[in-house]
């Protein structure tokens, strides 16, 4: 089972890039890497997805060492409107219930 | 295209009672998830559905919660009798089957308070 862990919270500065880092030790061979966004009275939004290497879309980046016992979700220049928790997520579609658990997150506030 | 339809948004209820959400998956995703988000933590994952089966139902407190997804399109989750705790978001989401990874998309939840 792939437990993740992630910074509780984190404070940028408009415009700043911003980096948001989990471990995931124990993630398996077919495991992805998934990262959601969630504001306060929604459902988390899916941000981005990888495997390995490097993937970037238009609102991130996700960068995945080799030994894939970590990843860090990177967003470019940050906004007000970026305040929100980010949660990774490791596994499959298949995986378990205990397995698509989500974690506590990352509160990202980012400031004036 | 339209998104995860979750019904109703807020509801009230007192302990004891019977409470039913209903969730509409995005069309053509065969995987719909029924989560629970309690404040301050993250979502937990209370039962998958594969079409119509419920192939992981580990988390879900059979004791007095149960769902549906008759004809594997639209689900409900029921709680009876509800218990103070718990009030929380019990939010759905869906996902493409063909997918191999936990790309889900989720509906804005149903906020559940139990007086």
């Known amino acids: 089972l792939a437990k993740t862990t992630q910074p509780i919270s984190m404070d940028s500065y408009e415009g700043q890039e911003v980096n948001i880092t989990c471990s995931h030790n124990n993630i398996a061979t077919n495991d992805y890497i998934t990262w959601y966004q969630q504001f306060p009275s929604q459902g988390p939004r899916f941000i981005i997805q990888?495997?390995?290497t490097k993937v970037t879309n238009e609102v991130a980046s996700l960068f995945i060492p080799a030994d894939r016992k970590s990843s860090t979700l990177s967003l470019p220049r940050v906004s007000l409107s970026d305040t929100a928790v980010y949660y990774c997520?490791?596994?499959?579609?298949?995986?378990?219930?205990?397995?698509?658990?989500f974690g506590s997150g990352t509160q990202l506030t980012v400031l004036p | 295209e339209a998104g995860v339809v979750q019904s109703p948004r807020y509801k009230i209820i007192e302990k004891k009672q019977p409470v039913a959400f209903w969730c509409n998956p995005i069309s053509g995703h065969n995987t719909l998830y029924w989560y629970r988000q309690n404040l301050g933590q993250g979502p937990e994952l209370l039962i998958r559905y594969e079409n119509e089966e419920a192939v992981d139902d580990s988390q879900l407190p059979k004791d007095r919660f149960s769902a549906e997804r008759l004809k594997g399109v639209d689900s409900t989750l029921k709680i009876q009798p509800a218990e103070l705790g718990d009030s929380a978001v019990y939010l759905c989401?869906?996902?493409?089957?063909?997918?191999?990874?936990?790309?889900?998309?989720f509906g804005p939840g149903t906020r559940l308070t139990v007086t």
């Open positions: 989401a869906s996902s493409l089957s063909r997918t191999g990874g936990v790309e889900q998309y």
């Open positions: 997520l490791v596994g499959l579609r298949k995986s378990s219930a205990r397995q698509l658990t």
């Open positions: 990888g495997y390995k």
